[in-house]
């Protein structure tokens, strides 16, 4: 069982920046892929990242390749995200997610979700 929670949103401007974390319970978390994910009204859950257990694969959406970056502390039982260079297009709730060993980019691969954390970029 593995419980998550995200930090970090908030409102910032078109060019800015934010970082969020989503910290993790339990001992296994060094065992599990991570994922972000961002849903904004109306429209469906999208994949955004996802770094692999060991920290040494990632994957980004095209939409965000090159302005975010992920990354993990599996001594803090944590995981981050970089955003740079934000457009008002990434406006939506983040969320994180964990999945057993390997990375996934579809939603419905994840087994375990945090609450989300609203990002607003206005333009």
């Known amino acids: 069982q593995v419980q998550l929670v995200e930090s970090g949103g908030g409102l910032v401007q078109a060019g800015g920046s934010l970082r969020l974390s989503c910290a993790a319970s339990g001992r296994t978390f060094s065992t599990y892929a991570m994922g972000w994910f961002r849903q904004a009204p109306g429209k469906e859950r999208e994949f955004v990242t996802a770094i692999s257990w060991s920290g040494g694969i990632t994957s980004y959406a095209d939409s965000v390749k090159g302005r975010f970056t992920i990354s993990r502390d599996n001594a803090k039982n944590t995981v981050y995200l970089q955003m740079n260079s934000l457009k008002p297009e990434d406006t939506a709730v983040y969320y994180c997610?964990?999945?057993?060993?390997?990375?996934?980019?579809?939603?419905?691969?994840?087994?375990?979700w945090g609450q989300g954390t609203q990002v607003t970029v206005s333009s």
């Open positions: 997610a964990a999945r057993r060993i390997a990375t996934a980019k579809k939603w419905t691969e994840y087994d375990y």
